[in-house]
């Protein structure tokens, strides 16, 4: 299956047609951390990232269950962003260990740190379709449904760079003349861009595993 980035957007963007309050306010709860913190010109850094990771993992079976029902055209509520907060530990385990395995990749050298963020990029979306699926297993199944469509997915999250510099540049305009709301207008703008990227990401695992379900059968 080859994976087209124009024809994912355009699926994403048919998904998110009556869809865009709920998620663009998922979102924001999901990222609320991040933007919080860049309130705080004079926090530490590494405590803003402690406390977006610590939050968002709060949010993460609830946020990508919703972005999986967004693609599905299922029915969508925004109290569903709290149906997995008593799963946090698992999310944090779960966000640790990407961001960990990851991390050691990058240090390696940069095209292996991305290569390893590709491999890893279905591994949420794993978790909101499989909720009792182990954190070893769903990276596992991750990689496994990204094996041959390293360089396509590269090139769908490449293809949002335009959408990025629709929220960079008018950034840019606010941090010469206000530079203490650069972050959070960054924050706030990036919300938008988030929402588009998840759905297209939720609809490239629809197809990997629709893909995945098609070569079972035909085995």
Request: aromatic share 16%; glycine share 8%.
């Amino acid at each position: 299956m080859d994976i087209e980035s124009k024809e994912i957007r355009k699926s994403a963007r048919y998904s998110l047609k009556g869809n865009w309050k709920i998620g663009i306010l998922s979102t924001l709860v999901y990222s609320c951390a991040g933007i919080i913190g860049g309130l705080f010109q004079d926090s530490s850094v590494i405590w803003n990232l402690i406390l977006e990771i610590i939050f968002g993992a709060l949010f993460t079976f609830g946020y990508f269950s919703i972005i999986l029902n967004i693609v599905r055209g299922e029915n969508v509520n925004f109290s569903d962003i709290f149906t997995g907060t008593k799963k946090f530990t698992k999310a944090l385990g779960m966000t640790l260990a990407v961001n960990i395995l990851t991390l050691l990749w990058s240090l390696l050298l940069i095209i292996p740190g991305i290569i390893a963020a590709v491999k890893y990029s279905m591994t949420y979306y794993i978790w909101a379709d499989n909720p009792n699926i182990s954190i070893q297993e769903a990276i596992d199944r991750s990689i496994k449904m990204t094996d041959g469509h390293i360089s396509e997915i590269f090139w769908l999250y490449i293809s949002f760079i335009g959408w990025s510099l629709l929220v960079i540049a008018p950034a840019a305009a606010i941090k010469y003349w206000h530079p203490e709301y650069f972050d959070v207008f960054m924050s706030f703008g990036m919300i938008f861009v988030n929402v588009y990227v998840n759905v297209s990401f939720g609809s490239l695992y629809t197809k990997l595993l629709q893909e995945g379900q098609r070569d079972l059968e035909a085995y």
